[in-house]
T-cell receptor
Framework: EAGVAQSPRYKIIEKRQSVAFWCNPISGHATLYWYQQILGQGPKLLIQFQNNGVVDDSQLPKDRFSAERLKGVDSTLKIQPAKLEDSAVYLC????????????FGPGTRLTVT | AQTVTQSQPEMSVQEAETVTLSCTYDTSESDYYLFWYKQPPSRQMILVIRQEAYKQQNATENRFSVNFQKAAKSFSLKISDSQLGDAAMYFCAYRGSNTDKLIFGTGTRLQVFP
């Protein structure tokens, strides 16, 4: 079984530029999560999708962050414009359905904003 | 709001020895789930062990076991017969029974010395 795929693995941009991350969850997994992991901290949930609908985006900075999962499969997370404090690892995770206890994580995208 | 605290930023252990990682949490809920996740340097986070709060018996997975003290809101992870491959960041996480949102602690970096 293929795991959660993310790309790119690394990205360096200047502040005020835009960036997009891509996630392909495990096949058949209806629930998809995006987390932000700042250095020295645990992951923090940004947004949760159930199929192509948003379940929870209460911690997503909506003035600069956006995410979509148009066909209920893969997802993109965008930051525009980026700030220095957005430097972090962005993790994608998926589960078969919301009540499943185990979330499967991707390798993450490390973003550096200079 | 629920919080998860890991008070040990770094721990070290010698190969074949035993180490215990601490975690405390705060919640007003009576039913919930607790997890330990391992994040090796490659950053792909994997589930190590989980505990349902309604179960009194401590969870065990091979060399990994937990000491769950519900009244004290404590959830420590014991790694027996430590191996070099156990070196990683370990995150304690909480999930309420009516949500699939994970709340993570700040992590403990475990070093294993030969």
């Amino acid at each position: 079984e293929a795991g959660v795929a993310q790309s790119p693995r690394y990205k360096i941009i200047e502040k005020r530029q835009s960036v997009a991350f891509w996630c392909n969850p495990i096949s058949g997994h209806a629930t998809l999560y995006w987390y932000q992991q700042i250095l020295g901290q645990g992951p923090k949930l940004l947004i949760q999708f159930q199929n192509n609908g948003v379940v929870d985006d209460s911690q997503l900075p909506k003035d600069r962050f956006s995410a979509e999962r148009l066909k209920g499969v893969d997802s993109t997370l965008k930051i525009q414009p980026a700030k220095l404090e957005d430097s972090a690892v962005y993790l994608c995770a998926s589960t078969l359905h919301p009540t499943q206890e185990m979330q499967y994580f991707g390798p993450g995208t490390r973003l550096t904003v200079t | 709001a629920q919080t998860v605290t890991q008070s040990q930023p770094e721990m070290s252990v010698q190969e074949a020895e035993t180490v215990t990682l601490s975690c405390t949490y705060d919640t007003s809920e009576s039913d919930y789930y607790l997890f330990w996740y391992k994040q090796p340097p490659s950053r792909q986070m994997i589930l190590v062990i989980r505990q349902e709060a309604y179960k009194q018996q401590n969870a065990t997975e091979n060399r990994f076991s937990v000491n769950f003290q519900k009244a004290a809101k404590s959830f420590s992870l014991k790694i027996s017969d430590s191996q070099l491959g156990d070196a990683a960041m370990y995150f304690c996480a909480y999930r309420g029974s009516n949500t699939d949102k994970l709340i993570f602690g700040t992590g403990t970096r475990l070093q294993v010395f030969p």
